[in-house]
């Protein structure tokens, strides 16, 4: 091998020094010959004859080394480029269609890449599994669940884990090497600057190195440190390190206030780390804290509150692993029955578990750049056909030289490889730049959406999709070109008019574009119809001008329900008297906020309670959310506590609690040991989750009458005109009362509801922009089909024009034809249409994946750009001179 | 296997002088036209079965000598006995006859 690739770099010397030795051959011989009486020229053409065709020896010796494939691939190449260059405007076309194909594949693919294909930024992620908590249908009576979830969080009947059945899990099973419970609590961090709220997250102690972390200076937490009244320590990130503490190296001797509590500074965590949690939310997470459970809560199998995160043992499989749950879980079952019955826990690999709720909508906007990628590759080998058709002459002058059919085909399959190589070049180019619009455009909430970059992966994957579509777009023209009968194709040269299968191949190509165009226009309708709707979609409350923000108290300085309550009342009061507050309101949580839910029992049927949204609001809640009141009256400041508990509630409620009954003066109550509370009124029902939730059943309490087991936290004003302009304003009030409280989450109502529709406005944005530019791509396949065959017809229609027909006739002829290519390719279109549309159902809203209208809306539109595009070769037809069109011929 | 047998015998020959040799040893009844030696001797170089040095004629002109290596040297041996087995299956075939 070494020898022929020193041969090959030396083939010039080389192919000199078999020369050299050949005329010594045949010089030697003439001599001989000579010696023997033949004259000198008789001498060496004899020689010549003996020694047969000399350039034939030396391409033979050159080919026995093997190199003759390369050299003439270099040549095909190199001819491929020149033949390329000549016709820049031919080029350019192909290559920017490309481009845009595949840079917004790549765009799209490296947002897949990073949320879904790459592996969790943990060792051995593969061991990783989340663990959560399944309920059935029928609720156990003790049981409320808050606190955030992760992942595919509000799944029915998921919920997270109760730190009591943690404690079996942990120690019954044989499948995990470690389990961790971790949840999202953030504090107030005092002492340092300006008060601030920063995230952190309470875990168990193993919590680390079941992720396969440690504390790079410092130590990780012990079992001692998670005992209930251990010294509170904590483990700070790095990010945390730099920013707060200077990157101070003695920081592990500090400490931290947090929420009031002096909590000492044990460990750093290496740079970059991240929870599980902070892999589906932005917000950077500073700090952790064992969680210390105290033995009440380690007593109470019904309170679901922590996520859970495990790391399987070794050789451990997840079905072993579930089996092994499902034993402990059916034990749990029979010995607390209370809280534990239809409650089974569930494992998932962490890395599926956290991308759950995005997968689908990926895996489409995946698909849908493939369509487009497919597009212009139809696009392209089109335009090739068009090409080769005009190169007929060239061709068929290479076969008469005797060309092979191989070489030809070759040739032309060079030609689309190094297109494809150049599309693949815009398309990376382009592809970085849309991928940085995506990025602007993309929701925060995507998994791992911070993450993405472009690596080596991405360009891999391009540069085979490019290679791929290369030999795709080139088969078609190579195979026609190497077809090319050298006699008939010199013959019908002169009119350059391609065969017969050439006009059907370029007809299949166009159909074949109109169809995938409307497979993606039809899924664009179909989301962008869901999207009005659920834009259309009442909330049951006014969120225009209202501002809302979250006032978290530290139980430490507030530990009683009646001084938070103290608290709101004052800033309240403050509020109120700024200019330009219409009202004021403070809950638990304002509505798409998060909230508190859980069983309620009424007098009619004290023993099976609904599942219901409970909230804790104040007397202005319902003015300034404006949420109307239908019957009885809201609350007053004279319903504290001493006076008669009393409720509101929605009229789902009231239908569902109090059927064929008036439910003022009835009697409900959350939970077996909480008072009777008396219903007062009925409000409109609201939508707390956003438009796409669900209308539940909800009760309202009393915020002045604190029996509730939540704490407030969420104060809303609305205004007479731009909300924004009274966030220092109320944030002055705060510090007023408390200089060390922060105020956090500070956003209009107007806000809240546009963010929680963001994800679904960036898929129908996308798949919308995706549509538009395969329907642009259709267009102008087919203004290129038509113009080209009107060109090329021009001699039939002069004739036609020239014995009578009128140019109406004409532009008929031309529209048939377009008509024909549309009609076939909305038929195919269609069809794919309705197969792949399965694949969208779980994104829509409202409405059916076979939703005529987006179906008809979709053929419209196609049909009347393609007919407007069509128009214009039809009428160049129809204006012909039939002198000049004949004369051209 | 005529070349390697001819190098064998004689040491290192340019491309005109083993085909004189051939020529001579088998008194013309083999006469090959003379070009394909040289694409012969590519292959041969590239299995390495010789090698090739540039040097001076007689004559004082640059020519290419070849001359065997000892995978040159097996590679006959296996030819030849390989022949050997032709030649007396067919020789066997001829005395039945």
């Known amino acids: 091998m070494f020898a022929r690739l020193r041969h090959f770099l030396d083939r010039n010397r080389e192919a000199a020094d078999l020369r050299e030795e050949m005329r010594l051959h045949v010089e030697l011989r003439a001599r001989q010959l000579e010696q023997h009486g033949i004259s000198a020229e008789e001498a060496r053409s004899m020689a010549q004859r003996q020694f047969g065709n000399a350039s034939m020896v030396e391409d033979h010796s050159r080919e026995a080394w093997g190199f003759g494939s390369w050299e003439r691939l270099g040549q095909d190449v190199r001819l491929a480029a020149r033949s390329l260059r000549k016709t820049p405007g031919f080029t350019a076309i192909a290559v920017l269609t490309l481009g845009l194909g595949l840079g917004m594949n790549t765009a799209v693919f490296t947002v897949v890449d990073a949320v879904m294909l790459r592996a969790l930024p943990y060792p051995e992620p593969g061991r990783l599994v989340s663990l959560w908590e399944e309920v059935k249908r029928e609720k156990p009576d003790d049981m409320s669940s808050h606190g955030s979830q992760l992942g595919s969080a509000g799944r029915s009947g998921r919920t997270t884990v109760s730190q009591a059945n943690l404690v079996d899990y942990r120690n019954r099973t044989k499948s995990f090497s470690r389990l961790a419970a971790f949840s999202l609590t953030p504090k107030n961090l005092t002492g340092v600057g300006t008060p601030e709220r920063i995230a952190g997250e309470t875990v168990d102690w193993p919590f680390f190195s079941v992720l396969g972390v440690a504390p790079v200076p410092g130590r990780d937490f012990l079992p001692e440190d998670d005992r209930f009244g251990a010294d509170p320590v904590v483990i700070v990130t790095h990010e945390f390190w730099l920013r707060h503490l200077g990157a101070d190296p003695q920081a592990l001797a500090q400490s931290l206030n947090l929420d009031g509590s002096t909590y000492r500074i044990i460990g750093v965590l290496p740079p970059a780390f991240r929870s599980p949690t902070q892999l589906t939310i932005p917000d950077e997470i500073a700090f952790y804290v064992p969680s210390a459970a105290s033995p009440k809560l380690l007593a109470s199998h019904g309170d679901h509150e922590v996520n859970v995160v495990g790391r399987l043992r070794p050789g451990v499989t997840l079905q072993a692993a579930q089996n092994d749950l499902k034993l402990v879980s059916s034990a749990l079952a029979r010995q607390y029955p209370g809280s534990n019955r239809n409650v089974s826990a569930a494992i998932a690999p962490l890395a599926d578990d956290l991308v759950s709720g995005v997968r689908q909508s990926l895996w489409v906007l995946l698909g849908a750049t493939a369509l487009i990628v497919l597009i212009t590759c139809v696009n392209v080998a089109n335009l090739l056909l068009v090409r080769a058709t005009a190169r007929r002459h060239e061709t068929s002058v290479r076969f008469a030289l005797g060309a092979s059919r191989l070489r030809i085909a070759r040739q032309f399959l060079a030609e689309s490889l190094l297109l494809a190589l150049a599309g693949c070049a815009a398309g990376i180019l382009l592809g970085r730049l849309l991928m940085k619009v995506l990025l602007a455009l993309a929701p925060k909430t995507i998994p791992l959406i911070a993450t993405v970059t472009m690596d080596w992966r991405v360009f891999a994957v391009a540069a085979a999709i490019a290679t791929l579509t290369g030999v795709a777009f080139g088969l078609a023209p190579a195979w026609q070109a190497a077809q090319t009968k050298a006699s008939e194709a010199l013959k019908t040269a002169a009119r350059n008019t391609g065969g017969r299968s050439q006009v059907r191949w370029r007809a299949v190509l166009t159909a074949t574009e109109v169809a995938l165009s409307l497979v993606l226009l039809v899924g664009a309708g179909l989301l962008l119809k869901s999207f009005v709707l659920l834009m259309g979609v009442d909330l049951g409350f006014q969120p225009e001008r209202v501002l809302a923000m979250n006032v978290n108290l530290p139980k430490l300085r507030y530990p009683t329900p009646e001084s938070r309550l103290m608290f709101y009342q004052q800033l309240e009061e403050r509020v109120r008297a700024l200019p330009g507050v219409q009202s004021v309101a403070y809950a638990n949580r304002m509505p798409l906020r998060g909230g508190w839910g859980g069983d309620v029992e009424t007098d009619l049927a004290p023993e099976s309670g609904p599942d219901v949204d409970l909230q804790a609001v104040s007397p202005g ?152 530019v395969a329907l642009g791509l259709a267009v102008i396949g087919l203004f290129g089909v038509l113009s080209y065959s009107v060109s090329q017809r021009t001699g039939e229609l002069g004739i036609r024009l020239a014995l009578g027909a009128r140019p109406r006739a004409i532009l008929g002829l031309v529209l048939r034809q377009a008509g024909g290519l549309i009609g076939t390719g909305v038929a195919l279109g269609l069809a794919a249409a309705l197969a792949l549309t399965r694949y969208l159902q779980s994104l829509l809203f409202g409405i059916q994946r076979t939703d005529w209208t987006a179906y008809a809306a979709a053929v419209g539109l196609l049909a009347a750009i393609s007919m407007l595009a069509a128009l214009v070769p039809a009428r160049r037809g129809s204006k012909l001179d039939p002198m000049a069109a004949l004369r051209e011929e | 296997m005529l070349i390697l047998k001819t190098l064998a015998r004689s040491g290192p020959l340019h491309g005109f002088e083993i085909a004189e040799s051939i020529r001579k040893t088998t008194e013309d009844i083999l006469q090959v036209e003379e070009g394909s030696l040289y694409p012969a001797l590519q292959r041969m170089l590239i299995k390495a079965w010789i090698v090739g040095e540039w040097g001076k004629t007689e004559e004082n002109r640059r020519a290419r000598y070849y001359r065997l290596t000892p995978e040159g040297h097996q590679q006959l041996a296996r030819e030849l006995a390989r022949y050997g087995r032709v030649a007396g299956a067919i020789a066997r075939i001829l005395q039945t006859a």
């Open chain 1, 621 to 772: 809640y319902f003015e300034t959310l404006g949420i109307p009141l239908m019957r009885g009256r809201g609350f007053t400041p004279a319903d504290r506590n001493g006076a008669p508990p009393v409720a509101v509630v929605n009229q789902t409620f009231a239908r569902q609690c109090f059927p064929n009954t008036d439910p003022l003066g009835h009697r409900v109550r959350h939970g077996t040991g909480a008072p009777w509370m008396t219903v007062v009124g009925v409000v409109n029902d609201i939508r707390r989750s956003g438009k796409d939730g669900q209308i539940r059943p909800q009760v309202y309490l009393s915020a002045a009458q604190t029996g509730y087991p939540v704490a407030l936290a969420d104060f809303a004003v609305r205004t007479a005109s731009d909300p924004r302009q009274l966030v220092k304003g109320v944030q002055a009030q705060v510090w007023s009362l408390d200089k060390d409280q922060p105020v956090t989450a500070v956003h209009t109502f107007e806000e809240i509801v546009t963010a929680a529709a963001a994800e679904r406005r960036f898929q129908t944005t996308l798949l919308a922009t995706f549509a538009t």
